[in-house]
């Protein structure tokens, strides 16, 4: 029923929870891990927690189409919970996100600090690209190629401007900042929400959208290369095929089968003009060695 992927334990681990986290597999193969956003964002919490030893963690891939699933958890969906010592099972985002809450209050993690700021920043980003790919796939339909940004409508312009508009006002907090993370240089939970979008609104919009992040949007790129970097996202991060296999599912949109077959990969590199104007300001102090 579930692949797992376990946390190797930090010293003693007799006295810290176990906590298992259920997410969706892919679509493709149930042994990977899917491109369920909410499952990656509690996975990237719990895997903070797991860092500085507060807990022990396992990850498990489940399909949520197997009877052997559908029997164990009478119809909850992933991101599903438990914790072993307690005999609790959390089938509710916000009952997995205050147990995570209450773990890091308990041993002074700083993963909940809040800042209007940044909350204002973020928040309908990801909604605000959904209406645009959504719309834009409409548009594109029967074309064998999707449309420049160029030749879309103006209701579709829209959209796109809103996204774009949102990109560049987080681009702007982080140049104010100059902070490795949202807050600091230590994760939070609004990176463990936005990190995820962001790649997710790269990978879809190159793959189905002829849209990219815009490359004067230095900091914001600095930002993703940081997500390529942290551990918590490259452990919790699904393949590119998983991600537009996720999306076409949900667009009923084609796949064919040599898009099944192919090898996973993962894009956690930048574009080579953008790493130069990173290099240029200095950002990241060893982005020379890559």
Not at 36 to 41: A, G, R, S, V, Y
Not at 172 to 180: D, G, I, K, M, P
Not at 214 to 239: K, M, Q
Request: aromatic content about 10%; some cysteine.
């Amino acid at each position: 029923m579930a692949e797992a992927y376990q946390l190797q334990p930090n010293g003693d681990s007799a006295s810290k929870p176990l906590l298992e986290l259920y997410v969706k597999a892919s679509g493709i193969d149930a042994r990977r891990i899917g491109a369920d956003l909410f499952c990656q964002e509690f996975w990237m919490e719990l895997y903070a927690l797991y860092e500085i030893g507060v807990a022990r963690v396992e990850v498990k891939t489940v399909n949520v189409n197997s009877e052997a699933f559908k029997k164990n958890f009478l119809g909850a969906q992933p991101p599903i919970m438990i914790e072993e010592e307690k005999s609790v099972t959390y089938t509710d985002n916000r009952e997995i996100e205050g147990r995570i809450f209450h773990l890091a209050k308990e041993f002074n993690v700083p993963l909940f600090e809040k800042d209007p700021s940044v909350e204002k920043r973020i928040e309908n980003l990801y909604r605000n690209f959904k209406l645009f790919l959504r719309a834009k796939v409409e548009f594109d339909k029967g074309k064998k190629v999707p449309s420049s940004v160029e030749d879309i409508s103006p209701q579709i312009k829209v959209h796109y401007n809103r996204v774009c508009e949102q990109l560049s006002s987080i681009n702007e907090l982080l140049a104010e900042r100059n902070s490795r993370y949202l807050l600091g240089n230590s994760m939070t939970e609004y990176d463990c929400e936005l990190m995820p979008r962001l790649h997710h609104i790269r990978i879809i919009g190159l793959s189905l959208l002829n849209f990219d992040i815009p490359h004067d949007f230095t900091h914001l790129w600095n930002y993703i290369l940081t997500a390529y970097r942290t551990a918590a996202f490259i452990e919790s991060c699904p393949a590119d095929q998983d991600i537009i296999h996720h999306y076409k599912e949900q667009l009923s949109l084609f796949t064919n089968q040599r898009e099944t077959l192919q090898s996973p990969t993962k894009t956690h590199t930048i574009p080579d003009k953008v790493l130069s104007a990173i290099r240029v300001k200095g950002l990241a102090p060893d982005v020379n060695m890559l």
